[in-house]
Structure formats: C-alpha cells, structure tokens
C-alpha cells in the first residue's frame, strides 16, 4: 500500500547534483518521510529520514515542502556508487511500505 | 553497535516442501522485526513485522507464516512451499520508538523448483 509517487527512472552526469522528487499528498501529521536505496542483489540501505524540517546527513539532504506533501532527496555530488534504486516511503507508526522506487542511473 | 544476521544467502526448494528462513538482531533490544519479500524486478512487499515476542501482524494472506521466540529473533515458515513464492527476502529491523529507520539484512534468494 504505496503512499508515495516517485519517477521510475532518472540519470545523472556523474560529480552533479541530483534531485530525486517523491509525492506523498496523504501523507497524515504524524507520518514521517524515510529514503532508502538499494543495490541489486542486496538489502535496502538507509539514507535519511525527517518530520518537517529540512534534514542534511554525510550522504544527502532533505527537503521537505511546507506542506509536507512532497519531498526531494538530495545527493550534491552523483558519484557511480550513487547508482541504484531509491525509495521514498512513509512511517505510520511502526509500518514502512516501499513503493517502486526511481532507478538512478550515473552517467560518467 | 547493532548487526542483523540472515541466512541462508541462497535456497532453492522444490514445491511443497517446508521453508525457515531465520533472522537475527545483536545489539539491541526491544526491537521492531519486519519480513519482507521482492520478486524480480519489483518493490519491497511488507510480509509480517513484530513488535514483541509473540506478536505478529500479517499484511498479506498466504502460505507463509512468522514467528518471534525470543526479543531478537524472527523465523519466517512455510509448510507447503509454492512456485509463487520463489523471491528476495529481506529481514529488517528498527527501534521501539516511532519513525526510527529501518536496518535490512543481506536477504536469502528463494527459489522455488
């Protein structure tokens, strides 16, 4: 029950930045916004999460809009270890549902 | 600091036969347990999570089931296996306290004969 939008694919010319959009319009007051991204073959990795405010991490940034109905990750610089699936999902409580996630492509 | 241990890192099964996949965190207590499943291709599908030993909620109806014996370890079961359930399975935990991120394991690849 995927309660986010995101682009199914995206590129980036490598040492770029790149903003990774995600739509999240039900999202409710007490949900929080978690990314996580992912390798083939392996487990998701986490990558940043927050409430309301903006939120900077040694991997990216958040930014979350105002009315919390979107969010854009942000990677400063895409580096080909940056290519992989990233996922934008919701926290109700102790439930996280991953949606289809944008497959990130680096370009070198 | 907290590890997560999930094996086997590969299985294949004919059908009907039985499944247990277990998982394992150290380092933490109390914690949030989740199973997970990804079929090629595809998005995470939230299978079971637990917050307590003995405590399951199930998000999908199917031939699997999960268990929680102890604070720190999740079993994931089946009794009769079936092509469809051929899969990425992923365990993960996080924190007691709401909202807190999630930490998977490397996942077993199912396959099903």
């Known amino acids: 029950d995927a309660k986010t939008t995101q682009p199914n694919s995206m590129e980036s010319n490598e040492e770029e930045p790149v903003h990774l959009p995600c739509n999240h319009s039900t999202i409710s007051g007490t949900d929080y916004i978690h990314w996580y991204r992912q390798l083939p073959s392996q487990g998701p990795e986490y990558v940043i999460h927050g409430l309301t405010s903006n939120v900077n991490n040694r991997m990216a940034s958040l930014a979350i809009a105002e009315d919390r109905k979107s969010s854009t990750l942000i990677l400063h610089r895409a580096t080909l270890r940056d290519a992989a699936v990233y996922y934008c999902?919701?926290?109700?409580?102790?439930?996280?549902?991953f949606g289809t996630g944008t497959s990130l492509t680096v370009i070198p | 600091s907290q590890t997560i241990h999930q094996w086997p890192a590969t299985l294949v099964q004919p059908v009907g036969s039985p499944l247990s996949l277990e998982c394992t965190v150290e380092?933490?207590?109390?914690?949030?347990l989740y199973w997970y499943r990804q079929a090629a291709g595809r998005g995470l599908q939230l299978l079971f999570y637990?917050?307590?030993?003995?405590?399951i909620s199930s998000e999908v109806p199917q031939n699997l089931s999960a268990s929680r014996p102890q604070d720190r370890q999740f079993i994931l079961s089946s009794k009769k296996l079936l092509l469809s359930d051929s899969g990425f399975y992923l365990c993960?935990?996080?924190?007691?306290?709401?909202?807190?991120?999630?930490?998977f394991g490397d996942g077993t690849r199912l396959s099903i004969l």
């Open positions: 380092g933490t207590s109390n914690p949030n």
């Open positions: 993960a935990w996080s924190a007691y306290f709401r909202g807190q991120p999630q930490h």
């Open positions: 999902i919701l926290v109700t409580g102790n439930q996280f549902y």
């Open positions: 637990s917050v307590g030993i003995g405590q």
